[in-house]
């Protein structure tokens, strides 16, 4: 059965958060990780396991803890990677690739294989891996890295800011257009890639000083070394996705994907868009989770809809109550 969530932290204000506790260690043979600098780096200060497989309960807390991201939009985060790519009975997710690590696989064709898998919430135009077209989609790439260099040079004074990320989003979608013939750009990637952007802003800017920019050498710290800084405090309060809206907004591109190899780039109309919270919810149990889990039984069945419907309760507090709830295992 599924671990219970975390109760809220008693207090949710900034704090030093690279402390005696949490010293980063280098890895060590067999450690896993994977495309998202926030989960390594978590991993390599010991707020997660630092092998890199944990269960969802253990996320929920560790965003919390070091970030101090808000604990309903963590939720909803977090499920939507572990129904995707965790294993349902163990209550096990691997932050990078598959990894016996989370135990026996459950008879379904579902892949429980780990963040890393592309086109389940990991997908292409990311702004510091490469798309998985071109072979390696979770490790940091330091051609990416200088990009985003100039970028922030160019179009933020040297800092990484939301103009920035309004330029880069753009360009990484461009250069994937142009490149990759299987381009494919729709929800949930599509709602993610957003949402990412502003995350640099949100949660790897010190709490003491958070203006909005972030330096450099602190992004690579967490891109490259999945490192904090020295003396890094989270941020001053709970937060999620904010600003996503502007990224889009400073150069809009609708849904879609390459149809016809490179420059074929077609919008998907029946694709959510940005801030349709509730198609995403909709579009994820109907196709993703049923397609992974047709006809589950037994533990798993039971564990799906726990699962399923704390994913739910989280959306309704992220984005008000309104979607309805969908219960393909019954109630
Ligand atoms: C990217 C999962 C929390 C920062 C990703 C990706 C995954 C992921 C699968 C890859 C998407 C892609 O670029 O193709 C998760 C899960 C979380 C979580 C399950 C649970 C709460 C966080 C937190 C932060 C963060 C707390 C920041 C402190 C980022 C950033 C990227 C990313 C900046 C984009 C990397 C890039 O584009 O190069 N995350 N993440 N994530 N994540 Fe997380
Ligand atoms: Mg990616």
């Known amino acids: 059965e599924p671990a219970s969530l975390p109760p809220p932290m008693k207090f949710n204000g900034t704090k030093l958060v690279n402390d005696a ?4 260690k280098p890895l060590k043979p067999g450690d896993i990780r994977g495309p998202c600098p926030g989960l390594n780096t978590l991993a390599s200060h010991g707020y997660l396991p630092r092998n890199g497989i944990a269960s969802p309960s253990q996320i929920i807390g560790a965003v919390q803890e070091g970030y101090n991201m808000d604990p309903s939009f963590a939720t909803f ?4 990677g572990h129904i995707s790519n965790g294993n349902q009975v163990t209550d096990l997710l691997s932050i990078g690739g598959k990894s016996h690590g989370t135990g026996p696989d459950p ?3 579902a892949p429980v294989s780990g963040l890393s898998t592309h086109s389940t919430f990991e997908g292409d135009a990311s702004l510091t891996r ?4 071109f072979g390696d989609n979770h490790s940091f790439n330091g051609t990416l890295f200088n990009e985003f260099v100039d970028f922030s ?3 933020g004074g040297g800092k990484y ?4 990320a309004g330029e880069l989003r753009y360009h990484r979608i461009q250069q994937s257009i142009a490149s990759n013939p299987n381009f494919s750009f729709v929800a949930p990637r599509y709602n993610t890639a957003y949402t990412e952007s ?9 709490g003491r000083h958070y203006d909005g920019q972030l330096d450099l050498e602190v992004a690579r710290g967490f891109f490259q070394d999945m490192r904090m800084p020295h003396d890094f405090h989270r941020a001053p309060k709970p937060i999620g996705g904010d600003g996503f809206e502007l990224v889009e907004a400073a150069r809009p591109i609708q849904p879609g994907r390459n149809v016809r190899g490179v420059n074929s780039y077609t919008p998907d109309p029946t694709s959510p868009k940005l801030t349709e919270f509730c198609k ?5 149990v109907n196709k993703t989770v049923l397609t992974f889990y047709p006809k589950p039984t037994g533990a798993l069945r039971k564990a799906l809809k726990i699962n399923l419907g704390r994913l739910y309760d989280a959306l309704n507090k992220v984005n008000g109550p309104g979607c309805t709830q969908l219960f393909p295992y019954g109630k």
């Open 161 to 164: 800011n939301l103009t920035v």
């Open 77 to 80: 985060v977090t499920y939507l």
């Open 153 to 155: 040079n160019k179009f």
């Open 107 to 109: 008879s379904s064709p």
């Open 280 to 284: 995403v919810y909709e579009n994820f």
């Open 21 to 24: 506790q949490h010293p980063w």
């Open 130 to 133: 490469g798309d998985a077209f």
């Open 198 to 206: 502003v995350f640099l802003i949100n949660f790897f800017v010190d």
